[in-house]
């Protein structure tokens, strides 16, 4: 089992910035692939980034070149940096640890233009 804690979320202006944590806990060995979802109202819940061990990553386009994901090991910690963000970039942003079903809780993020 693991349970996964997201943080950093909150109101913010077109063009700031936040920095999204996920804080990783219980029965494992090593993290496998890390992942960063959002979703939006009234639309389906979107992968925005992955990390696949420390340096592999991946984004949707949609977030390229504004948003870098990241891990520590040593702090069990996946890390969602978002720059110049947009209004729609609101959404509720989960953490997840890729191919399984371990989700956290989730953290709103709201950017208002």
């Known amino acids: 089992q693991v349970q996964l804690v997201e943080s950093g979320g909150g109101l913010v202006q077109r063009g700031g910035s936040l920095r999204l944590s996920c804080l990783a806990s219980?029965?494992?060995?090593?993290?496998?692939?890390m992942a960063w979802y959002r979703q939006a109202p009234g639309k389906q819940r979107e992968l925005v980034a992955l990390?696949?061990?420390?340096?592999?990553?991946k984004y949707a386009d949609s977030v390229k070149g504004r948003f870098t994901i990241s891990r520590d090991n040593t702090k069990n910690t996946v890390y969602l940096e978002m720059n110049s963000l947009k209004p729609e970039d609101t959404a509720v942003y989960y953490c997840r640890v890729s191919g399984t079903n371990f989700w956290g809780q989730g953290t709103q993020v709201t950017v208002s233009s």
């Open positions: 990390v696949i061990g420390g340096a592999k990553t």
């Open positions: 219980g029965s494992y060995d090593r993290l496998p692939a």
